[in-house]
């Protein structure tokens, strides 16, 4: 069944009054983060699947013990239940769109 959703309940795609952006529907959160120089998530697991598209900037990600110098262009895969954090590199902020299915906060549907 195709989903729809409309700008007012479910994203925050493509409004210049905030870092972070956002498209949520049921199957599937497609987020569009920034993050800062020396910013850090120790290793952690999520219940979803992971895609991440490097838009800008470097990171380090560490995903199932094995560690990668990431840049502009590359994407990240860190399947449902396996072991994965990052540092920012660099001083310049990095943006980085991420794809997680299922949706792991549909309570932002109607946020």
């Known amino acids: 069944m195709p989903e729809y959703t409309d700008r007012d309940t479910a994203t925050r795609v493509i409004r ?8 949520m529907l049921a199957g599937v959160a497609v987020y569009v983060n920034d993050h800062q120089p020396g910013e850090k998530a120790d290793l952690h697991t999520h219940r979803e ?3 991440l598209v490097m838009r800008s900037g470097r990171m380090r990600w560490t995903i199932d013990g094995q560690t ?10 860190a399947p449902a239940g ?3 954090g990052f540092e920012v590199l660099g001083d310049e902020p990095v943006k980085l769109l991420c794809v997680e299915a299922p ?4 309570d932002k549907l109607r946020s």
């Open 16 to 23: 210049p009054d905030t870092p972070n952006e956002w498209i």
């Open 82 to 84: 396996i072991e994965h």
């Open 103 to 106: 949706n792991p906060e549909p």
């Open 68 to 77: 990668v110098d990431t840049g502009a262009g590359d994407v990240i895969v």
């Open 49 to 51: 699947d992971h895609i």
